[in-house]
Every structure is written in structure tokens, then in C-alpha cells.
């Protein structure tokens, strides 16, 4: 299937999923807590949100900072948000983290900052993960559903964080793009790319400090977006409890990061809806939620544009 094709295909995906879920909920009611939404926790919501990504630019800043000379933070943070208007914003195919990567080149090569990124998202993962499986295994019902109690959490958490250190230290990824280089032409020129980015991403098993010190930015970052979540439901007059909240945010940020629909629309809906029903939260509720979380994250995005048109009028780039 061709680009294109594949793009239309996920756009009906998610008009599918917005269409069943509109429909099987009161709309009206969910469009009338959104009219009487409470000033004071949207306020709340969006400085959460600003927040977090704020503080995930420094973050990056700082493991960037383990390969090259790094941007100053408030250059990281123009192409942080730059990288967030490409993936919030545009429909395409070209990640916002690519963009990123390739708008700090003069720092770095884009290999060298693609490594620092995907260390970042990796660590990342394996927190919102870890939290997830904690905050799951702790529920009642669920509970229940684990045959060995404690034993199957602890044991996909320790297994999850192996292989992640695996990945990223492993000295056997440099066999296997060593073999793949002496293939020659177009592939060994992409495989030469990967293998400076692979150099990089090892390079951090030198620098445990770096590491740790990202994951527990990573915890604090989670910690905010899990906040802003809350601060949703509270503005359009929901109820939820912070045990129900750290129990669904996580999984709801996971679900929403499916790359099913173009940037997640309709899946992330769906996610928060179902699951934040299944916690106690009112589905009309957790719908009014969902459509002001991605209202707010659209509109919080757009400032990228600004900061892409800037950077491009100072390097003079035609490109």
C-alpha cells in the first residue's frame, strides 16, 4: 500500500472510531460541560501540559549533551516544539522527532541527535510501561486475573528493563550492521547511518548517571501529563480519584501512542473514554475530557510553526 493510500486508510480509521463514539455516547451532554468548563482547572490543564513538555525538552537537552555540545535550552525547546507541531499538527509521514533531530544538526549530525532521542524514548517507555504494570496490578478485579499475585509483575518489570539495557549496550548490534555494510551501494550508505546512530546509543552505557538522571525526569514527566489528565475530567466537571487516575493515565498514554490513526485521532478518544469509564469516571465526562485534551494539545502545538519559520529565516536555508 502507498503512502498516500496508507494515509487516507488512517484517516477513515479515525472518522470510524469518532463517528461509533459520538454516537454511543450523549454528545450533547458532553458539548454542554465543554461550554460550562471551569476557567480555573482549564488554566490548571494547560500550564500541566506546558509543563511537561518543558521539562521533556531539558531532558533531551541533557542526553544530547552525552554525544555533542548541545543546543542551549532554549534552543531545545524551539525545536522540541517544532518536532511537536510536525507530529500534532501535520498529517505526514515524517515523524516530528525526525524533524527535530534534523532541525539541531549544527549541533550534531541527525544521527547522533536521532540517538539521543531515541534513548530518550526508550527510557521513556520503559517508565510509562513500569507504571502501567504496577498501578494495573494493584486493581482488584485485575488482580485477580494474575495467577502468580505479585510474581508476574515483578518479573515482566525486571525482564522489560534487561532487555531495554540489552538494546541499548549490546555489542552485537554492531556485528550485525558491520556484515551489513559490506554489501555496498545505497544499502551500505543507509546502513552507515545506522551504525553511526547505533555508536551513538551505545555510547551511553558509559554514562549510567545520564541514564538514571533521565529516568527520573521521565517519572516526573509522567507525573505532570498524569496531572493534566486529572485536571481534564475536574475542568468539565468529572469525578476522579488520584488511585483511579495513576491507574488509567498510563495506559491511556500507551494506547494513545498506536500508530492506527493519523496522530492518534479517535484512538486516543476512545482510550480515554473506555478506560477512564472503567475507573468510575462518567463516559459523558471522560468524552468532554477527551475532546479539550485534544484541543488543548492541538493548540499548544502550533506555536512550533512559528519557532520552524524562525529557525529557517536565520539559517537562511532555502531548503
Request: hydrophobic share 60%; charged share 15%; proline share 3%.
Amino acid at each position: 500500500m502507498s503512502k498516500k493510500l496508507w494515509t487516507i486508510a488512517k484517516g477513515l480509521v479515525a472518522v470510524a472510531i469518532l463517528t461509533v463514539l459520538f454516537a454511543a455516547l450523549d454528545w450533547r451532554d458532553a458539548l454542554q460541560r465543554l461550554s460550562n468548563v471551569s476557567l480555573s482547572w482549564l488554566a490548571v490543564a494547560i500550564a500541566l501540559n506546558i509543563s511537561a513538555f518543558l521539562l521533556s525538552a531539558w531532558r533531551w537537552q541533557r542526553l544530547a549533551a552525552v554525544l555533542t555540545s548541545p543546543p542551549r535550552y532554549s534552543q531545545a525547546v524551539q525545536f522540541y516544539w517544532i518536532g511537536k507541531f510536525f507530529s500534532t499538527i501535520l498529517p505526514s509521514n515524517i515523524g516530528g522527532d525526525v524533524v527535530r533531530a534534523a532541525m539541531a544538526r549544527r549541533f550534531g549530525s541527525t544521527t547522533v541527535m536521532l540517538s539521543s532521542i531515541a534513548v530518550e524514548r526508550v527510557t521513556g517507555f520503559l517508565v510509562v510501561v513500569t507504571i502501567a504494570v504496577v498501578t494495573l496490578s494493584t486493581m482488584p478485579d485485575l488482580r485477580e486475573l494474575i495467577p502468580f499475585g505479585w510474581a508476574l509483575p515483578v518479573v515482566l518489570i525486571v525482564s522489560m528493563w534487561i532487555v531495554g539495557s540489552r538494546v541499548v549496550t549490546s555489542d552485537r548490534l554492531k556485528e550485525i550492521v558491520e556484515k551489513a555494510k559490506n554489501g555496498g551501494g545505497l544499502r551500505s550508505k543507509i546502513v552507515s547511518k545506522l551504525q553511526v546512530m547505533i555508536s551513538g546509543v551505545m555510547a551511553y552505557r558509559h554514562e549510567r548517571g545520564a541514564l538514571v538522571f533521565t529516568t527520573l525526569l521521565s517519572v516526573v514527566f509522567y507525573a505532570l501529563l498524569f496531572a493534566f489528565q486529572g485536571s481534564l475530567i475536574w475542568a468539565v466537571d468529572g469525578e476522579v480519584t488520584v488511585a483511579a487516575l495513576v491507574s488509567a493515565a498510563p495506559v491511556v498514554i500507551l494506547v494513545s501512542a498506536l500508530p492506527i490513526t493519523i496522530n492518534g485521532l479517535g484512538v486516543a478518544e476512545a482510550a480515554f473514554v473506555a478506560v477512564y469509564v472503567l475507573v468510575g469516571v462518567d463516559a459523558e465526562a471522560a468524552l468532554a475530557a477527551a475532546v479539550l485534551r485534544r484541543l488543548i494539545i492541538t493548540a499548544s502545538a502550533l506555536p512550533g510553526a512559528w519557532f520552524w519559520m524562525t529557525v529557517r529565516t536565520k539559517e537562511a536555508d532555502p531548503r
